[in-house]
């Protein structure tokens, strides 16, 4: 297969692949940019895999960064942008289910691409655009399937985070995972405990905001995935209703939201779960705040103090989750009340503690 009309992206990159290949290199557009030109989605990060290795790479190019030599990963910097160049390479042992013990550089295209993940991500184009398909990714993007590259308990005994990729990617592409993929993942499933919360964190948002999250989701539920993730082995009425939900949520505060509102957490549980998600104190404050007015929304007692203690932020965040609840919200309705209110801060207040204490003569409290 070729890719005809190359995406600008790509085109920009040209020149960096053809230096590489003039003295005597293979080089290649790899990973998430091809799968995703063939998808005909956005295009984000161009990724580059070369059979020259890091100082090979670092003597071609006047501006280089050493972005993971270590690990066969050099940085070209050209006009202004920077471009990912990784070693074709092997690894060796996992023992933390995560990093490999040894990286080995290698001159071969197959040998690196059979290291990778999924069939779909294994995917590699040249700079005439001719697609290198080693593992059938080609048929599995046809037939819209999640498919480990070759043996599945093994590649995610080299990393065990692969799993909530592939879970994930069942969302965002709305695809559906292949039995042996999915049993392997059911098998294995316990060594996601193995994996830094931060990296579970990235994948959970990503497949909650993705295209379909109830494929996700039914793949993170029938696995049981989500029993070794932070807080949710005992959740699985709420997985459930998840998985009924036609979610379309727009961002991680309504993630969270939607969460704790099923979970039926406190303020002080809202903020446990989050901390233990290592969530940002900011993010805390939205998802606490919204979840108030939610529970105002879902229960009509919205009045003055909860439109001014919410804001029109934490309203519009309250008011899209009720409405992937099922509860039909005016928002225009809310938004209004709140610009009707007569302060809508601190800052309004015609009054103030160093007015009080200078005019009035009102002496502060005494601790």
């Not at 069942?170 to 292949?178: G, N």
């Not at 928002?331 to 809508?344: G, V």
Request: glycine share 6%; charged share 25%; net charge negative.
């Amino acid at each position: 297969m070729q890719v005809k009309e190359l995406p600008v992206q790509f085109q920009a990159a040209l020149p960096i692949l053809e230096t590489i290949q003039a003295a005597g290199f293979e080089a290649y557009f790899v990973g998430g940019s091809v799968r995703d030109t063939l998808l005909g989605l956005p295009i984000h990060d161009v990724d580059i895999a070369s059979s020259a290795y890091p100082q090979e790479i670092k003597a071609l190019f006047q501006k280089t960064v050493d972005t993971g030599i270590e690990h066969g990963t050099v940085m070209v910097l050209d006009h202004g942008q920077g471009y990912e160049i990784t070693t074709f390479r092997t690894e060796s042992t996992y023992q933390d289910f995560r990093r490999p013990d040894k990286v080995e550089f290698v001159r071969s295209l197959e040998e690196d691409l059979k290291r990778r993940d999924l069939t779909i991500n294994a995917l590699a184009m040249d700079a005439q655009g001719q697609i290198v398909d080693l593992f059938h990714g080609l048929e599995d993007l046809d037939a819209q399937v999640i498919r480990a590259v070759g043996d599945a308990s093994e590649r995610f005994h080299e990393d065990a985070l692969r799993m909530m990729r592939a879970v994930r990617f069942a969302s965002q592409l709305d695809f559906s995972l292949e039995a042996e993929t999915a049993q392997a993942i059911a098998v294995n499933a316990p060594l996601l405990e193995k994996i830094a919360v931060e990296r579970i964190h990235v994948e959970w948002i990503k497949l909650m905001l993705g295209k379909n999250p109830a494929r996700g989701l039914a793949s993170l539920v029938a696995t049981k995935l989500y029993q070794f993730c932070p807080s949710f082995a005992k959740q699985a009425p709420v997985f459930d209703r998840l998985t009924q939900l036609e979610l379309q949520l727009d961002d991680e505060a309504q993630v969270w939201t939607l969460l704790a509102y099923l979970m039926d957490l406190d303020v002080k549980q809202t903020n446990m779960l989050l901390r233990q998600w290592k969530s940002s104190k900011d993010l805390m404050g939205q998802v606490v705040t919204a979840l108030t007015a939610l529970r105002a929304i879902t229960q009509n007692s919205v009045d003055q103090f909860v439109l001014y203690a919410t804001g029109p932020k934490g309203l519009a965040t309250a008011s899209q989750v009720a409405v992937q609840l099922g509860f039909k919200i005016d928002l225009k309705q809310l938004q209004a009340s709140y610009a009707a209110l007569p302060i809508k801060s601190k800052k309004d207040l015609a009054v103030d503690g160093g007015i009080l204490i200078k005019e009035a003569g009102i002496k502060p409290a005494q601790a």
